[in-house]
């Protein structure tokens, strides 16, 4: 049976947090810049629904496409190195393939049969694997699988993946992506966990095409014949994943590896052309070598965990090498900033930059980053609840309403300068169901944002309940707070500026989501380009 999509399965072994992500997304630029369509999505063995009701301490960032998914950050880098936005179908968790198979049976199409993981469930993984290839016509799809081969909530997916090589045998390869850990006792590299990982992913009948080995050591020649014999993968299969110091050197790493050009190889495809990577050399080479250095507060409440602004701090490195300069993000938590030492915590910083949220943990600490930003001239960018903050801020300082809040954490506030949403007020369900994807927005002709997006016609993506409260437009604008964007169908207000100050802009959407290599945000250039013409 031919297939004119071909499949790349990417599975883990010996444990998680391998970079599955990032070798799938170098793969898909590599391949991409020979000249194939190529789109990834991800697997996650996760029951919720989405990421969309998971904390950020549990899972990370929760990535938004531009038609409203709530996905997983593994899709930010898929974007960010490929530069094609991605949609629902790049993302699947176990949550949707059974709530989908259990709607199935309740509308009685199984027929009365038994419902079982084999074959409904794998029928249904399948089935969402395929969508992509079909729908869009990719030359090749790339699907992530998420966990470690082993765990018990993964083998659907590899039951699945064994069915589809069976199914297409010469459209499928397995990639698998292994440790090989360095013993300092012993002074040498250890290759017996990938061998027990690859045996794990026999029994479950799936025999991996290439092997990518995490290592912090070359791999010599020895030990890559070792691997190939009792794995039962050929010698040039066998590829090294060197821990690199920027996650866009790892392209370039694999293209020496050549893994490309394998994985072309054992799907029977000739190469169309060579890569062509020049612009991404570029860019790497900028991030390399900065002509300058600017220092930025990254104000938020889950700083502990990086990966919760994953796609704020990958967009600074876009912003950085376009100017040529390098961004050092200060990671500070709200909750620990107070009206009496934020001077202190905040003096050394060129820029500010409030990150977006949810609740009230650390709203205080941002409002006071806010002030301390309006009233010292420091260039402040916010983003979503960044830019709730920013009103709330500017109510209470300088129009004298020191009761106005947000009502998401005060109802009965006299002066709900942020406030929910009519059509979002019935809602019960937390899942799905905030303003989420891409609206369109107007912006001011001569704004800061214009200028810097170079038109006043743009689409960004939304995750957020709460909007600026409208009644207050005007006494905000007679004191100085403009609103330079708006949704042309609603009204509702986008993008808020200080005309009077350096660089004062703040979004109620998310610009970090479309942030990529090839197109680094412009409200990221921007300010990145105001903290340096102001630090000067």
Same mark, same amino acid.
């Given at each position: 049976m031919s297939n004119s999509?071909?499949?790349?399965?990417?599975? /883990?072994?010996?444990?998680?947090?391998? /970079?599955k992500g990032i070798i799938s997304a170098s793969l898909a630029a590599l391949l991409q810049a020979r000249g194939y369509t190529v789109t990834i999505q991800k697997l996650d063995p996760y029951i919720n629904i989405d990421p969309g009701t998971l904390n950020p301490y549990e899972h990370g960032e929760c990535f938004v496409t531009d038609d409203g998914a709530e996905t997983d950050l593994d899709l930010g880098h898929y974007e960010r190195f490929l530069n094609v936005p991605t949609s629902q179908a790049n993302n699947v968790t176990t949550g949707k393939i059974y709530q989908s198979v259990i709607e199935k049976e309740r509308r009685g199409e199984y027929l009365g049969k038994t419902v079982q993981v084999i074959p409904h469930i794998t029928d249904e993984i399948?089935?969402?694997?395929q969508i992509l290839g079909k729908k869009n016509e990719y030359d090749l799809v790339i699907t992530e699988i998420g966990g470690t081969v082993g765990d018990i909530e993964s083998l659907p997916y590899v039951e699945a993946v064994r069915q589809m090589m069976w199914e297409f045998e010469n459209d499928c390869i397995v990639i698998h992506l292994t440790l090989i850990p360095y013993l300092s006792a012993a002074g040498e590299l250890k290759t017996k966990p990938t061998q027990h990982s690859v045996k794990q992913l026999l029994e479950l009948g799936?025999?991996?095409?290439i092997l990518c080995c995490r290592t912090e050591h070359p791999l010599d020649l020895n030990i890559r014949k070792k691997i190939a014999k009792f794995c039962n993968v050929s010698i040039n299969a066998v590829i090294e994943s060197r821990d690199a110091s920027t996650i866009y050197e790892v392209p370039m790493l694999m293209q020496n590896e050549e893994l490309d050009k394998v994985v072309l190889e054992k799907l029977g495809l000739h190469s169309k052309m060579k890569p062509e990577m020049t612009k991404w050399e570029d860019f790497l080479n900028r991030v390399s070598n900065p002509k300058t250095t600017v220092k930025?507060?990254?104000?938020?409440?889950?700083v502990e965990l990086k990966d919760s602004y994953k796609s704020i701090s990958e967009a600074f490195i876009h912003a950085g090498a376009e100017n040529e300069c390098q961004v050092q993000i200060e990671w500070i938590h709200s909750e620990k900033l107070n009206e009496g030492n934020v001077k202190e915590k905040l003096s050394e910083l060129d820029g500010i930059l409030v990150a977006p949220g949810f609740g009230s943990r650390g709203i205080s600490g941002k409002i006071e980053a806010v002030r301390y930003a309006r009233e010292n001239n420091v260039p402040f960018f916010g983003i979503c609840l960044g830019m709730q903050c920013a009103v709330i801020e500017f109510a209470r300082h300088v129009l004298g309403w020191s009761d106005a809040h947000t009502t998401e954490i005060a109802e009965d506030c006299s002066y709900p300068v942020i406030s929910m949403m009519e059509e979002q007020k019935s809602i019960s369900n937390l899942g799905g169901t905030m303003r989420l994807g891409a609206y369109k927005c107007q912006l001011k002709p001569d704004s800061k944002a214009s200028k810097a997006y170079n038109t006043d016609k743009i689409s960004e993506r939304h995750r957020h309940r709460y909007?600026?409260?409208?009644?207050?437009?005007?006494e905000f604008e007679k004191a100085g707070m403009i609103a330079t964007g708006k949704n042309p169908d609603t009204g509702l207000v986008e993008v808020i500026e200080i005309p009077?100050?350096?660089w004062f802009v703040a979004a109620q959407f998310h610009p970090e989501y479309k942030s990529t290599v090839a197109k680094p945000h412009p409200l990221f250039v921007a300010f990145v380009g105001a903290v340096i013409s102001n630090k000067k």
């Open positions: 999509t071909k499949y790349i399965f990417v599975t /883990g072994g010996v444990t998680s947090s391998l /970079g399948k089935k969402r694997i799936v025999q991996p095409d930025i507060g990254l104000i938020g409440k889950y909007e600026f409260n409208n009644i207050y437009l005007q009077a100050h350096p």
